[in-house]
């Protein structure tokens, strides 16, 4: 069973998702500040971060990949432990393919869904050319063991004007050492199965009453609020938020506009 903090004393329930190279706490203790009050909060360290890191070959990794069937089964295991009935999600970078895996195994029992900047809306061609075939895995764990690499080219592109800063220190950050490059690689092949037809998905959640928020940064350059069209458009326009902030402030901006909007 995947690790999880307990965070916040609300009547009502939330299973919250992190992005990568983060851990539970620490990408959702502003919810837990400023809605601890109404929410309990279970945030996950997902798989390869915080106190589920793991290298064991009974656990998921690049030839057995997470699949959505063995996602349902996690999540039904922890809602009966810890006898939940209704809950919401909520899912930030990484995390929202977890969330989204969750909105599709428990459209029943889910009320709202809280979906920052989340992957798996739309899958980058780049992203899909390291993982889905044996030659792209072999040419992301490469360009994962060489980053020097990696970094020459993309200061290149920035000096052309085709890279934004922000995103290179962005990379720089999540590759600064060995340890962080190998949380990257098993996550980008571990979870690669977990993938969505949106417009089939939002039909489904619609037909169940989830009302879905999708949160994005106005100065994101990790995800632009146009690379998520498919979900956005087919949202209230209430529902669909664009913050003055870029990729890391998301959530704790995403949690005061949230602190309102419960209460």
Known sequence: MLHYHRLGHGPHVL???????QDGINCYQPFAEVLGDYYTLYAFDLYFHGQSRTTSTDDFHETSPITKAAWKQIVQEFLSDNSIDRFDVAGFSMGGRFALATLEAFPEQIGQAYLMAPDGVREHPLYGLATRLAPGRYLFRQVLEHPDKLFS??????KAGLLH?????????????????????????GFRPLRFNISVLYGTLHNNGVLVYLFMGKYD?????????????RLPENQYIVLSCGHTQLVAKAAAYLSSLVK
């Open 165 to 189: 800063s922000s995103l290179i220190r962005f990379v720089q950050h999540m590759l600064a050492t060995p340890a962080q490059r190998q949380t990257v690689y098993h996550s980008w092949l």
């Open 15 to 21: 299973l919250a998702f992190h992005g990568i190279g």
């Open 221 to 233: 350059q990790l995800l632009r609020p146009d690379k998520v069209r498919v979900l956005s458009r």
């Open 153 to 158: 080219a993309a200061r290149l592109l920035e």
